[in-house]
C-alpha cells in the first residue's frame, strides 16, 4: 500500500510543469525590448522604469527613488513579490497581472523569450 502511495505521489510530481531554464545570452538580446524603459547591471539608474537590479525577492513598488504607480505600490503591500513565477505572469501581460501600472509594454508573447529575460535578470540578482 505504501509503495502504490509513493508512486502515485511521484507521477503527480513529476507530470508537474517544470519551469523552462532560460538563456541569459538569449534573455540579453530579448531585454533590448525592455531597455528604453529600465537599466539593470553596474550603475544601473532609474529610467522611465525602475532598474533591475536584486530584482528576485524584492517586493513589488519598493525601490527607493522610484514613482511608481499606486496600483504598483498597492501590489507589494499586498505582498507582490517577484520571482520566476509572478515575474512570468507579469512578463506575459503586465497590464493584467497589476492592472492600472504604468508599464506601456503590452508584454513577451514567447515563452522562451519570458524564461530567457528571466535568466538574463537573476544574473543581476544576489
Known amino acids: ?9 511521484a507521477g503527480v ?5 517544470a519551469h523552462a531554464e532560460g538563456d ?12 528604453a524603459c529600465h537599466d539593470v547591471g553596474e550603475g544601473a539608474k532609474h529610467k522611465v522604469g525602475p532598474e533591475l537590479n536584486d530584482l528576485f525577492g524584492r517586493t513589488a ?9 499606486a496600483a504598483m505600490k498597492a501590489a507589494g503591500e499586498e505582498g507582490l513579490v517577484w520571482d520566476d513565477d509572478t515575474l512570468t ?3 506575459k501581460d503586465p497590464r ?4 492600472k501600472n504604468k508599464m506601456a ?3 513577451l508573447k514567447k515563452d522562451d523569450e519570458v524564461a530567457d529575460v528571466i535568466a538574463y535578470l537573476r544574473q543581476f540578482s544576489e
Open 13 to 17: 510530481l513529476f507530470a508537474l510543469p
Open 89 to 91: 505572469q507579469y512578463l
Open 61 to 69: 513598488g519598493s525601490v527607493e527613488g522610484f514613482n511608481y504607480s
Open 105 to 107: 509594454f503590452a508584454g
Open 1 to 9: 500500500m505504501q509503495r502504490l502511495i509513493v508512486a502515485a505521489l
Open 96 to 99: 493584467n497581472f497589476v492592472p
Open 24 to 35: 541569459a545570452a538569449k534573455g540579453e538580446n530579448v531585454f533590448k525590448k525592455c531597455r
